[in-house]
C-alpha cells in the first residue's frame, strides 16, 4: 500500500490571536474593538480624549465591542466624553467578551467616562461579558449640575458576566453623598434609590447578571440586586473571593429559597452590607441563599429577611436560608425585617469582632423598640430579633 502524505498550509480556523496592536487615536480604537474578527489584542500607544471629537461634543454613539478581545491600557488615559442629549452608554457590551487590563509599572492606566447630561455608564453590558484584570475605571460628577446623577461605572442591564480580579473602580463621590442623594436617604429601603438618580456607583447589576470578585477597590457603592429576571441556575450569580469595598453594598434579591444567590469567601467591607434572603415562619430550608465562610465586616451586615410563607401570626421566630461557615463581623449582623427607622435591641453575636461558626440561621423575636424610643413608630408586624443558634 502507497500512503501518500500531503502538506497542509494556511491558518487554522479560529486560532487565537497572541499579538498585539497598538492604537493612537480613537477611530483606531473603535475599528479594532468593534470588529468581530482580529486584532484580538488591543495596546493603547498615547492618551485618548475623545472630548475633541466632533467639534468638542464628543462622541456620538456607545462604542459597542464585538467578538472576545483584550485592552491594555498601558499606562494611558482613555477619557469616553459626550455632550450628546441623552447620550449615557459610553461602551456597550452587547454578547461581546472585553478584559481590560494595564500591564504599565506605575499601573496608571485609566478610562474615565464624563458627560454633560445627566447620566453617564462607562460600560453598559447586555448578554455580554466584562473582566477588570488591572487599571482604574471611573466615572465624574459630569458637567451638567443638577440634582439628579445617573452614574454608573459598570451597569450589567440583563444577563451578563463580570468579574473583577483587580483594579480600581470610582465614581465621583459627589454622584452619592450629600443631603440630596439617596445614598444617605433611601439606601435601605426597598429599591428608592433606583427610582431617581440621586445615587452614583460603582457597579450595578440586575438579579440576572452573574459577578465574580476576586480583588480590586471599589470606592463608591455597589448595588448587585438593581433588578431585572430572577437568577434561573441553580449556582451561585454572585461570588466573593477578596476585595476591598470602601462604601455601602447590596447584595443579591430577595429569592424564595430554592437556589444559591451569594457566597462570600474573602473580602474587606468598610461600610454596610446587605442581603436579601428568603425566610419562612413554618418551614426550614434545604438551599441556602447566603453563605458566609469568609471576609472582614467592619460595619453592619443585615441579612434582610422576605418572607416565602406570608403568615407571621402568632408565631415566635423563623428559618432564613442562609449560612454562617466563618468572618468576622466587628459591629452588627441583623436578621430583622425592621424598617429603616427601627434598630435591633438584641443580637447575640453583634457584640464586637464576633468569630462566625458553622450554623443554619433560626431567629427568636420579642418586642419591637425603635431607635427613636418610641414604639408606636415601628410598624406593628416588625420585631426585633436575635438570632438564637449561637
Same mark, same amino acid.
Given at each position: 500500500?502507497?500512503?501518500?502524505?500531503?502538506?497542509?498550509?494556511?491558518?487554522?480556523?479560529?486560532?487565537?490571536?497572541?499579538?498585539?496592536?497598538?492604537?493612537?487615536?480613537?477611530?483606531?480604537?473603535?475599528?479594532?474593538?468593534?470588529?468581530?474578527?482580529?486584532?484580538?489584542?488591543?495596546?493603547?500607544?498615547?492618551?485618548?480624549?475623545?472630548?475633541?471629537?466632533?467639534?468638542?461634543?464628543?462622541?456620538?454613539?456607545?462604542?459597542?465591542?464585538?467578538?472576545?478581545?483584550?485592552?491594555?491600557?498601558?499606562?494611558?488615559?482613555?477619557?469616553?466624553?459626550?455632550?450628546?442629549?441623552?447620550?449615557?452608554?459610553?461602551?456597550?457590551?452587547?454578547?461581546?467578551?472585553?478584559?481590560?487590563?494595564?500591564?504599565?509599572?506605575?499601573?496608571?492606566?485609566?478610562?474615565?467616562?464624563?458627560?454633560?447630561?445627566?447620566?453617564?455608564?462607562?460600560?453598559?453590558?447586555?448578554?455580554?461579558?466584562?473582566?477588570?484584570?488591572?487599571?482604574?475605571?471611573?466615572?465624574?460628577?459630569?458637567?451638567?449640575?443638577?440634582?439628579?446623577?445617573?452614574?454608573?461605572?459598570?451597569?450589567?442591564?440583563?444577563?451578563?458576566?463580570?468579574?473583577?480580579?483587580?483594579?480600581?473602580?470610582?465614581?465621583?463621590?459627589?454622584?452619592?453623598?450629600?443631603?440630596?442623594?439617596?445614598?444617605?436617604?433611601?439606601?435601605?429601603?426597598?429599591?428608592?434609590?433606583?427610582?431617581?438618580?440621586?445615587?452614583?456607583?460603582?457597579?450595578?447589576?440586575?438579579?440576572?447578571?452573574?459577578?465574580?470578585?476576586?480583588?480590586?477597590?471599589?470606592?463608591?457603592?455597589?448595588?448587585?440586586? !438593581?433588578?431585572?429576571?430572577?437568577?434561573?441556575?441553580?449556582?451561585?450569580?454572585?461570588? @466573593? $473571593? %477578596? /476585595?476591598? +469595598?470602601? &462604601? #455601602?453594598?447590596?447584595?443579591?434579591?430577595?429569592?424564595?429559597?430554592?437556589?444559591?444567590?451569594?457566597?462570600?469567601?474573602?473580602?474587606?467591607?468598610?461600610?454596610?452590607?446587605?442581603?436579601?434572603? !428568603?425566610?419562612?415562619?413554618?418551614?426550614?430550608?434545604?438551599?441556602?441563599?447566603?453563605? @458566609? $465562610? %469568609? /471576609?472582614? +465586616?467592619? &460595619? #453592619?451586615?443585615?441579612?434582610?429577611?422576605?418572607?416565602?410563607?406570608?403568615?407571621?401570626?402568632?408565631?415566635?421566630?423563623?428559618?432564613?436560608?442562609?449560612?454562617?461557615?466563618?468572618?468576622?463581623?466587628?459591629?452588627?449582623?441583623?436578621?430583622?425585617?425592621?424598617?429603616?427607622?427601627?434598630?435591633?435591641?438584641?443580637?447575640?453575636?453583634?457584640?464586637?469582632?464576633?468569630?462566625?461558626?458553622?450554623?443554619?440561621?433560626?431567629?427568636?423575636?420579642?418586642?419591637?423598640?425603635?431607635?427613636?424610643?418610641?414604639?408606636?413608630?415601628?410598624?406593628?408586624?416588625?420585631?426585633?430579633?436575635?438570632?438564637?443558634?449561637?
Amino acid at each position: 500500500m502507497l500512503l501518500t502524505m500531503v502538506p497542509i498550509t494556511g491558518v487554522t480556523a479560529n486560532a487565537a490571536d497572541t499579538s498585539w496592536t497598538t492604537v493612537n487615536t480613537y477611530d483606531q480604537l473603535k475599528a479594532a474593538l468593534s470588529n468581530q474578527n482580529p486584532p484580538d489584542n488591543i495596546k493603547l500607544g498615547s492618551d485618548i480624549d475623545t472630548g475633541t471629537l466632533t467639534s468638542g461634543m464628543g462622541i456620538i454613539e456607545p462604542l459597542e465591542v464585538k467578538g472576545r478581545k483584550q485592552l491594555d491600557l498601558n499606562g494611558h488615559t482613555l477619557r469616553m466624553y459626550s455632550a450628546k442629549t441623552a447620550m449615557s452608554d459610553m461602551i456597550m457590551i452587547r454578547r461581546g467578551d472585553l478584559t481590560v487590563l494595564d500591564s504599565s509599572s506605575g499601573q496608571k492606566g485609566t478610562i474615565l467616562g464624563s458627560t454633560y447630561n445627566d447620566s453617564c455608564y462607562l460600560f453598559n453590558i447586555q448578554y455580554g461579558k466584562l473582566t477588570l484584570n488591572s487599571g482604574t475605571l471611573k466615572v465624574d460628577a459630569g458637567s451638567l449640575k443638577t440634582e439628579t446623577k445617573w452614574r454608573r461605572v459598570i451597569y450589567c442591564y440583563v444577563g451578563g458576566t463580570v468579574t473583577i480580579n483587580g483594579g480600581t473602580l470610582h465614581v465621583a463621590p459627589e454622584t452619592y453623598e450629600g443631603e440630596n442623594n439617596a445614598y444617605g436617604q433611601y439606601f435601605e429601603e426597598e429599591y428608592r434609590d433606583l427610582l431617581n438618580g440621586h445615587c452614583g456607583y460603582t457597579l450595578m447589576a440586575a438579579n440576572s447578571c452573574k459577578v465574580t470578585i476576586t480583588g480590586g477597590t471599589f470606592q463608591g457603592p455597589v448595588r448587585l440586586d !438593581a433588578g431585572g429576571s430572577d437568577w434561573k441556575e441553580n449556582e451561585p450569580r454572585i461570588q @466573593i $473571593n %477578596g /476585595g476591598t +469595598f470602601e &462604601k #455601602k453594598v447590596m447584595l443579591n434579591g430577595p429569592g424564595d429559597g430554592t437556589k444559591p444567590l451569594t457566597v462570600i469567601n474573602d473580602g474587606t467591607f468598610l461600610d454596610y452590607v446587605q442581603a436579601w434572603v !428568603a425566610a419562612s415562619f413554618e418551614n426550614s430550608f434545604s438551599t441556602s441563599e447566603v453563605v @458566609i $465562610n %469568609g /471576609g472582614e +465586616f467592619h &460595619k #453592619k451586615f443585615w441579612m434582610r429577611p422576605t418572607f416565602v410563607d406570608k403568615n407571621d401570626k402568632d408565631l415566635t421566630g423563623y428559618h432564613v436560608a442562609a449560612k454562617l461557615n466563618g468572618g468576622t463581623i466587628h459591629e452588627t449582623l441583623s436578621v430583622d425585617p425592621v424598617d429603616a427607622f427601627c434598630t435591633t435591641r438584641r443580637l447575640r453575636p453583634a457584640t464586637r469582632k464576633s468569630q462566625l461558626g458553622n450554623r443554619p440561621i433560626f431567629v427568636s423575636a420579642f418586642a419591637p423598640w425603635c431607635a427613636h424610643g418610641y414604639r408606636s413608630e415601628c410598624p406593628k408586624r416588625f420585631f426585633s430579633s436575635f438570632i438564637t443558634t449561637f
